[in-house]
């Protein structure tokens, strides 16, 4: 029996849950970013005097997954080699990892991969002509499932009942969560990227990936290809909980418009991708 209270989006954000502010040096990093005479110098020296965040984008730099092909040991030569958008989408992911990292680890791994999905997923096609690089739609992935961290920590004990909800009336995750709470983590995450004042395009995506009504009509497409990464994640044992109940609708597969003959490819390529997400996962902890 549920005798608990349920929320609409608004008033969860009221009067329970309390969304991580955007820390100061994201939103300094973002502010020079936008200004037309920003010089690399700048952000580096930015990057250069937040310690933690400058560790975290040395040890991704030196990943695999930007894969400079030599040793980068100053924020400088980072900022120089990958140029002010990679540098910012980035900062973003160290913050990022920051925020998951206070959530069960397995929360984390499949964030990154379902980061790495939409990656290949950008680099095979669908998404190439909706987001601005690959690397971008990295971030989309990353932060998809933000709002399962912030549930967790905001509403404990209801969101706790969740995976029972899930198991006795064989529901997706996020349906229980709606059950339970009366909203589902991918509202909430679409509400962090407001907060965040990250782009619509990621905001819509994030709120409309498990329920497209939630997003606006326009960013469909991004919404439903998060869903189809999520989905590969799923399939691929990487799921954020036990027993996952995954079901894409037409409706999803039409919007993400993946080309059937180009799935294979992408499947290949993301299962290939295994150790890079390892690799993540070890620089995020
Ligand atoms: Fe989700
Ligand atoms: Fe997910």
């Not at 029996?1 to 955007?22: G, Q, R, W």
């Not at 952000?43 to 965040?53: G, H, T």
């Not at 959530?103 to 909706?130: D, Q």
């Not at 589902?184 to 990250?198: F, I, P």
């Amino acid at each position: 029996m549920n005798s608990e209270k349920k929320y609409d989006i608004d008033a969860l954000l009221e009067e329970v849950v309390t969304l991580p502010s955007l820390p100061h040096t994201l939103a300094n990093i973002t502010e020079l970013i936008n200004k037309p005479d920003c010089s690399l110098v700048e952000v580096a020296k930015i990057i250069a005097v937040d310690p933690s965040l400058a560790i975290k984008t040395l040890r991704l730099v030196n990943s695999a997954y930007y894969g400079v092909g030599q040793e980068v040991t100053t924020i400088e030569h980072a900022v120089v080699l990958l140029g002010l958008k990679v540098i910012r989408n980035l900062a973003l992911t160290a913050t990022v990892f920051d925020t998951l990292k206070s959530g069960a680890e397995r929360y984390l791994r499949h964030s990154i991969a379902c980061g790495v999905a939409m990656r290949v997923l950008a680099e095979n096609g669908p998404l190439a002509s909706h987001v601005g690089s690959a690397d971008e739609a990295f971030v989309y992935g990353l932060l998809h499932d933000v709002g399962k961290v912030i549930l967790a920590e905001g509403l404990a004990e209801p969101y706790a009942r969740t995976p029972d909800i899930m198991r006795e009336r064989r529901l997706s995750w996020y349906q229980a969560e709606q059950e339970v709470i009366g909203v589902d983590h991918a509202q909430v995450g679409g509400a962090l990227a407001r907060n965040w004042k990250l782009s619509p395009l990621i905001a819509h995506g994030i709120a409309g990936h498990h329920d497209l009504r939630h997003c606006d009509p326009d960013m469909r497409k991004i919404a439903a290809t998060l869903c189809v990464a999520d989905y590969l994640c799923s399939a691929a044992g990487i799921a954020s909980h036990d027993h996952p109940v995954f079901h894409i609708s037409d409706e999803t597969w039409t919007f993400a418009a993946i080309d059937k003959e180009s799935l294979p490819a992408v499947i290949k390529t993301f299962f290939q991708s295994f150790p890079l997400i390892e690799e993540l996962v070890r620089v995020a902890a």
